[in-house]
């Protein structure tokens, strides 16, 4: 049982700037990867960015440059600073984290609630 927590959403004006945590807790051996989805009205929920264990990273060609995805590994958490943002970004953030449980090392996927990022025009 694992649980996600987002931090971090808010409003902002276009061309802010916000900074998004996701911390982990609960009972699991190691977290393989993180990455943050979001899903806008009427819309599919898509990737933002994502980042291995091994520190590899992933964007959405539609965030590259403005959006950085970064991992604590201590903390369990990952954060995505949130540069140069548009009206088009305004949507629900979610968290999601693969993990690897004890014992036998089963493979779980979970996700956050979402947290509300709205840019103004």
């Known amino acids: 049982q694992v649980q996600l927590v987002e931090s971090g959403g808010g409003l902002v004006q276009a061309g802010g700037s916000l900074r998004l945590s996701c911390a982990a807790s609960?009972?699991?051996?190691?977290?393989?990867?993180m990455g943050w989805y979001r899903q806008a009205p009427g819309k599919q929920r898509e990737l933002v960015a994502a980042i291995t264990s091994g520190s590899s990273t992933n964007y959405a060609d539609s965030v590259k440059g403005r959006f950085t995805i970064s991992r604590d590994n201590a903390k369990n958490t990952v954060y995505l600073q949130m540069n140069s943002l548009k009206a088009e970004d305004t949507a629900v953030y979610y968290c999601?984290?693969?993990?690897?449980?004890?014992?036998?090392?089963?493979?779980?996927?979970?996700w956050g609630q979402g947290t509300q990022v709205t840019v103004s025009s």
């Open positions: 999601n984290a693969d993990v690897t449980g004890w014992g036998t090392h089963p493979q779980y996927n979970y």
């Open positions: 609960g009972s699991f051996r190691s977290i393989n990867a």
